[in-house]
């Protein structure tokens, strides 16, 4: 699933073996644990060759998962603009995310994270240090309350993307784009900026 | 995953060969389309023992998923009451079906409906013949909305049930059941019977 391109140079291999000693170390150590240093030796290279590869250790935490997107693009596009209408652009940005070229990635990555522990594991630190740790300082949510809030709303749109791009259940497999944004961007609109009574202590 | 207890009479490999043909025959053929005597016929038994062992064809399709529960018990108890509060009673329900003992076979379905295209297909049919077909006229909703509508709801209940037992997400895992009531209720409260400004043509 890792794409090259002209502008990634080196061994195919080599890649792979860094992706490999990636995919390990993270699982095992968590995102922050796992060290560029421990992961190079892991792989058998100099860890100057793992930055040349695939720059940052979140570029390279991204790769490793297959990711179809980084989730910064996302947060950085859906928080652009009037806050009031947040909810509807981040379930249209969501939805085309799924709808364009890269959607099959997304739906392996999904598959891939149902299906076994270990990835389960590497999609917590995805959500913990790509989304949350990426999206509430852009947001200005409370931070007693951000991380809720956040996922209150993932697990909506990750439900949304299982039920209408994996299992395909009509009429939700076939809804037009704009009728799931009006449907569901006010829910996501609450999730993140309304009062949710009941929901936190006072 | 198939239970059996002191009232489920005969042969377990006859059970197990009845739960095999039923699989092929509704991923095959749709609820509607598998006979109760094709799948006897498969099985190389007499259509009256698939009766005797497993009552409806209804009953079989869910024993054939290895489904934790009858969704029409959860679809009773969530529509006696108050029709406002039917929100609030849907998200109790939806959790304390999968914090209760039937929880790990849930996972365990979502796994395997994730995992293949034949159980997502199979997992439609379920939705359609055993969620659909049999809440809507309790609901008492438009025919014409009924199935987005639920859709919609299931959709963030089935994502809520993935982020918090399946990929474990904090601090939804670990959410308080009143907690996400409190936030949730109202979502599927909104899906079920209340204005959708946008989403349904005028």
Chains 1, 2 share one sequence.
């Not at 890649?15 to 892991?42: V, W, Y």
């Not at 409370?142 to 990750?158: G, M, W, Y």
């Not at 994996?166 to 569901?184: F, M, N």
Request: hydrophobic share 45%; proline share 6%; net charge positive.
């Amino acid at each position: 699933m890792v794409r090259r391109t002209g502008r990634r140079p080196g061994n195919p291999d080599t890649r792979e073996a860094i992706l490999s000693a990636a995919r390990t170390a993270f699982a095992e150590k968590g995102f922050d644990g796992a060290s560029i240093r421990a992961i190079a030796t892991g792989a058998g290279v100099d860890p100057a060759l793992v930055h040349h590869y695939f720059g940052t250790k979140d570029k390279l935490f991204l790769a490793s998962m297959n990711s179809p997107i980084d989730p910064i693009d996302l947060i950085t596009e859906v928080t652009a603009g009037d806050r009031d209408e947040i909810g509807v652009r981040f379930v249209r940005a969501f939805l085309n995310m799924w709808d364009g070229p890269r959607g099959a990635a997304a739906v392996a990555l999904l598959r891939s994270v149902v299906g076994t522990e270990w990835t389960a594991k590497l999609f917590r630190e995805f959500i913990l240090t790509q989304i949350l740790r990426r999206a509430v300082p852009k947001l200005g949510l409370d931070a007693a309350e951000a991380h809720l809030r956040i996922t209150l709303a993932a697990s909506h749109l990750v439900g949304l993307a299982l039920a209408r791009y994996v299992i395909k259940v009509e009429p939700l497999a076939s809804a037009p784009t704009d009728t799931l944004v009006a449907a569901i961007g006010p829910t996501v609109q609450r999730y993140l900026t309304e009062e949710l009574p009941g929901v936190f202590p006072a």
